[in-house]
């Protein structure tokens, strides 16, 4: 990406930036394809300031190119500009008929397949947990799920 497209986009979204939510997304994320491929975004016009995420959509080779494009905007009056999504915070124990599973204590394991080798596979794991046939066993893969 070249600076001078980074910053044309942010010229051509302050004059777009007060159309209507459903015009404005639409058009920005056709927008920002341009510089990047990778690339979208996640507008918040509800609160003040408003929040403008440019997200890589969780694809680490398209990080740099988002905080990239954060990086050349100018202050935009009464907006927040984000390069990624900031975490949603502090995941709570989950208490399903009466196990409790602490998301600190559980682990992963990826899986391969050679059959399906695009697809996303984890074993997940709960320190000090025995699986147990029945009712304990759903319980914990409720609570996981």
């Known amino acids: 990406m070249e ?4 910053v044309a986009f942010w010229n051509w979204f302050e004059r777009q930036k007060d159309e209507p939510y459903d015009a404005l997304i639409a058009s920005v994320n056709e927008r920002i394809k341009q510089l990047s491929l990778g690339l979208s975004v996640e507008l918040d016009v509800i609160q003040s300031p408003k ?3 440019v997200t890589p959509q969780g694809v680490k080779h398209y990080f740099t190119h988002a905080h990239e494009v954060v990086a050349y905007a100018p202050p935009i009056e009464d907006w927040e500009l984000i390069a990624t999504k900031p ?3 502090v995941l709570e124990v989950v208490e399903v008929d009466g196990i409790s599973i602490e998301p600190s204590e559980v682990t992963f394991m990826p899986l391969n397949s050679p059959e399906h080798p695009d697809d996303l596979a984890i074993r997940l794991y709960q320190k000090a947990y025995v699986a147990q046939e029945g009712r304990e066993q759903n319980a914990v893969i409720a609570g996981l799920y």
């Open 51 to 53: 929040v403008l995420v």
């Open 87 to 89: 975490p949603l915070g």
């Open 3 to 6: 600076k001078e497209q980074i």
